[in-house]
Structure formats: structure tokens, C-alpha cells
């Protein structure tokens, strides 16, 4: 890998939160186009690295950058106008509003004014055609019109992504998509992340504990334990590596 196939670079991230030490000196890397999975044990740091990626928290030491520049001063906001989009693990949804106007109302990001957007036919023929195609990609086509309280636990996850995606993203951060789900609806989550990362080339930062579901689809794993990369590589060296093992077990 170069750095040219580098999207986003945490270099030697540390946060500590009075005396407890939630990252210490953790590296990760996300090509372009890749779907990464970070792994660990409860209270390893995952949530906490995930906060510090999107803005919510401001590392102690150690810098951010994304496509070459380097972010680790920005708000929230200024790196969602950049493309790094976060997804939360209790999808945060509009209840009485229907699918489409939920995606509708996340379709008027921050980068773009909403009354450029809104100010012509065009502009609101644009936004629904644009909204469309994401709930069409997963399959959320057919219940457009329903409010989004009448969704599956499953639906709602899949209409959080939707959302997320019509800000088209060049990277998501994802904090437990398939949390709450049973395991063939979980497995098809992990299956349209991956048609998204195929046709829309969005790279993909995913924190997950349902590794038997994950380790399936992911790229590269890197495996925090107290706050450190214990082990980082394919699904095949991390699952073989017995520090994982010992980490995962408390041997």
C-alpha cells in the first residue's frame, strides 16, 4: 500500500480521559474503496477512536488526515463537507416522517444550501431522483412511503445507512451496524455495505462485535485491546494470532 491509496490516516492518536488511558499511540489506515474493521474487546477504545475520527473528540497527541490533508483541527462539520460521515448505532430517525422524507431531509447536507437546492423544480426533482437511488440500492424502494416507526429493527439500520449515503460520503464511520439484529438480517447489512463499497467506491471504517458476520467482508482488520493495536492484517492472520485470542479470552 502507498500513500497515494490512502484515504484516511490516524498516526500515533493517543486520548486519555483523566487518568485513563483510552487510545494510546493507535495507527490505522483506510485505503480508497476499502472496507476496514476495527475489533476488540468491550472498553478497548473502538467508540472512543470513532469519535476521535469524526471530530467529536479532539486527540491528546498524534494527527488525522484525510485525502492528504491533514484534519485533526476540524469540527464535525467541516469534515462531513469533506466526505467523512459517521452512522450511529441507534439509527436517528424521523418516526412520523416517511422513508423518503427522512433520506429527503438528510439529502439537504451541509456542504450544499438548501435553498440552492430547493429554489427550482429541478432542484427538488434532483434531490428525490438522488434519494431514490440510494433507498433503491438497499432496498428500501418498496417501502418509501411508510413512516419510519412501521420499519424492522433491520429496515431502520438499512435507512440510517440510506441517509448517510445520500450525503455521498467518501468515508463512513460505522459504530455497530448489525448491533440488535438477528444473524441473517445482520448478514444482510454486511452484504449491502459491501454492493455500496462496489458501486459507489465508499470507503468504510466499521466497529463491530459480530465478527462471525464481519470478518467475512472486511479488507483488513486492526484489533485494539486497552486502547492499542494489538494486531492489525488480513481476517486470516488476526483470527490466527494468539494475542487476539488471549485478549478476547482474558488468558
Known amino acids: 500500500m502507498t500513500s ?5 490516516l490516524a498516526k500515533n492518536v493517543s486520548k486519555s480521559f483523566g487518568g485513563l488511558v483510552a487510545l494510546d499511540k493507535v495507527t490505522v489506515a483506510v485505503p480508497e474503496g476499502a472496507l476496514t474493521l476495527m475489533i476488540g474487546p468491550n472498553g478497548s477504545g473502538k467508540t472512543t477512536f470513532l469519535q476521535v475520527a469524526c471530530g467529536v473528540l479532539k486527540p491528546d497527541n498524534g494527527a488525522l488526515l484525510f485525502a492528504g ?9 467541516a ?24 433520506v429527503l431531509l438528510a439529502a439537504q447536507k451541509v456542504r450544499e444550501s438548501p435553498l440552492s437546492l430547493l429554489s427550482s423544480r429541478k432542484g427538488e426533482r434532483d434531490l428525490v431522483e438522488r434519494a431514490f437511488e440510494v433507498l433503491k440500492l438497499l ?39 448489525l448491533a440488535g439484529v ?15 463499497r462496489r458501486e459507489k467506491g465508499v470507503a468504510m471504517l466499521l ?4 465478527l462471525d458476520i464481519a470478518l467475512k467482508h472486511a479488507d483488513y482488520v486492526y484489533v485494539l485491546h486497552h486502547g492499542r493495536v494489538i494486531s492489525e492484517g488480513s481476517p486470516e492472520t488476526v483470527v490466527e494470532d494468539p494475542l487476539v485470542a488471549k485478549a478476547y479470552l482474558g488468558e
Not at 497515494?4 to 484516511?8: K, P, R, S, V
Not at 469534515?79 to 422524507?101: A, D, K, N, W
Not at 438477528?182 to 455500496?196: C, D, H, R, T, Y
Open 139 to 177: 432496498s428500501l424502494d418498496r417501502v418509501w412511503d411508510k413512516p419510519a416507526r412501521a420499519l424492522s429493527g433491520g429496515q431502520m439500520k438499512l435507512l440510517e445507512l440510506a441517509r448517510a449515503l445520500v450525503s455521498e460520503p467518501k468515508l463512513l464511520l460505522l459504530d455497530e451496524p
Open 69 to 77: 490533508r491533514n484534519v485533526t483541527g476540524l469540527p464535525p462539520y
Open 182 to 196: 438477528n444473524p441473517a438480517l445482520a448478514g444482510e447489512i454486511m452484504q449491502f455495505l459491501s454492493k455500496v
Open 79 to 102: 469534515r462531513f463537507r469533506l466526505g467523512i460521515v459517521t452512522t450511529f448505532q441507534i439509527p436517528r430517525l424521523f418516526p412520523s416522517l416517511s422513508v423518503l422524507e427522512n
Open 4 to 8: 497515494d491509496d490512502l484515504l484516511f
Open 207 to 210: 466497529v463491530e462485535h459480530r
